[in-house]
């Protein structure tokens, strides 16, 4: 199993707080939006984009890359600023968000931007489209993988327990689900309005193997994937516990924004505290 190293875990560090700053940049450009999820899974997504994938920004479309599929579309500019810093389109784009002919919609739209896979903005339909892709690619002996990323309130939505269901019939084991366990949605924790708890006990029954780490540890996360790739048999899924609003200090646990954008003076402040960020993790590099 692949470790990293002091220096790329750092390289990995600087370059989330990076994907953090390209996500308030853009919110505020755009004038709405959702914060909280987007930053609480610029960790996962920086590990995918540039450790995990095995894909090609400017060839976003080679038959032979990882599929990766966003199934909250909500937490889109997460996605989009991981593309950016990653090479597949200008960072300054970012700005366009949610911008009238913009290729960065609210929700991610196949046809706009190459490599986002899926169209996605009603949740729960992610994991049914990915067991389809894993299926496929199974049938045609191609050995790319398929990771769906989930919010954990769309495991409210029941198509997303079909596709629970089935994976594991066809023994998926190039399928793995990430949950963005951070226990909020739009109208408060998940557990008050509709809860999920025992979550892992709940995949476990439907026959899949089931990993649960700190999502916004880049060491941690980056073992549990490792993992999850080296399961046979049956699809992985990996329970990310994360923390709203990760790495702005006012947004952090509140669920209250989880739908919406800072203004110009919590941007501001949301930039300074990232850029603090970035010097204490060089000073101690």
Same mark, same amino acid.
């Given at each position: 199993?692949?470790?990293? @190293?002091?220096?790329?875990?750092?390289? /990995?560090?600087?370059?989330?707080?990076? =994907?953090?700053?390209?996500?308030?940049?853009? $919110?505020?450009?755009?004038?709405? !939006?959702? @914060?909280? !999820?987007?930053?609480?899974?610029?960790?996962?997504?920086?590990?995918? *984009?540039?450790?995990? /994938?095995?894909?090609?920004?400017?060839?976003?479309?080679?038959?032979?890359?990882?599929?990766?599929?966003?199934?909250?579309?909500?937490?889109?500019?997460?996605? *989009? @600023?991981?593309?950016?810093?990653? +090479? *597949?389109?200008?960072?300054?784009?970012?700005l366009t968000l949610r911008k009238f002919g913009t290729r960065l919609?609210?929700?991610?739209?196949?046809?706009?931007?190459?490599? =986002?896979?899926?169209?996605?903005?009603? $949740? !729960?339909?992610?994991?049914?489209? +990915?067991? !389809?892709?894993?299926?496929?690619?199974?049938?045609? +002996?191609?050995?790319?993988?398929?990771? =769906?990323?989930?919010?954990?309130?769309?495991?409210?939505?029941?198509?997303?327990w079909e596709a629970a269901m089935t994976a594991p019939k066809f023994?998926?084991?190039?399928?793995?689900?990430?949950?963005?366990?951070?226990?909020?949605?739009?109208?408060?924790?998940?557990?008050?309005?509709?809860?999920?708890?025992?979550?892992?006990?709940? *995949?476990?029954?439907?026959?899949?193997?089931?990993?649960?780490?700190?999502?916004?540890?880049?060491?941690?996360?980056?073992?549990?994937?490792?993992?999850?790739?080296?399961?046979?048999?049956?699809?992985?899924?990996?329970?990310?516990?994360?923390?709203?609003g990760k790495g702005v200090s006012y947004m952090e646990g509140d669920?209250?924004?989880?739908?919406?954008?800072?203004?110009?003076?919590?941007?501001?402040?949301?930039?300074?505290?990232?850029?603090?960020?970035?010097?204490?993790?060089?000073?101690?590099?």
């Open positions: 199993m692949s470790t990293l @190293s002091p220096q790329r875990l750092l390289e /990995l560090k600087l370059h989330a707080t990076d =994907v953090r700053e390209g996500i308030i940049r853009s $919110l505020l450009a755009a004038g709405s !939006g959702h @914060s909280a !999820g987007p930053l609480d899974m610029a960790d996962v997504f920086t590990v995918l *984009y540039e450790h995990v /994938l095995n894909h090609r920004p400017k060839e976003p479309l080679w038959d032979d890359r990882d599929r990766l599929l966003l199934s909250c579309g909500h937490i889109a500019p997460v996605r *989009y @600023s991981a593309m950016a810093y990653g +090479g *597949y389109f200008p960072v300054e784009e970012l919609q609210g929700h991610p739209e196949r046809v706009r931007l190459p490599a =986002v896979e899926t169209t996605s903005g009603p $949740l !729960g339909e992610g994991l049914a489209q +990915g067991t !389809g892709m894993a299926l496929s690619a199974k049938m045609d +002996g191609k050995s790319w993988r398929v990771y =769906v990323v989930t919010s954990d309130a769309e495991h409210q939505c029941g198509l997303h023994k998926l084991d190039n399928l793995i689900a990430i949950v963005d366990r951070n226990f909020i949605q739009i109208d408060g924790s998940t557990e008050d309005i509709m809860p999920l708890e025992p979550f892992a006990d709940k *995949y476990r029954a439907f026959n899949w193997e089931v990993f649960e780490c700190d999502g916004n540890d880049i060491a941690q996360f980056t073992e549990t994937i490792e993992k999850a790739k080296a399961v046979k048999g049956k699809p992985s899924v990996i329970i990310a516990n994360t923390v709203p669920y209250a924004w989880h739908g919406k954008p800072p203004n110009k003076e919590q941007a501001e402040v949301a930039l300074r505290e990232l850029q603090a960020e970035r010097e204490r993790l060089t000073a101690n590099g």
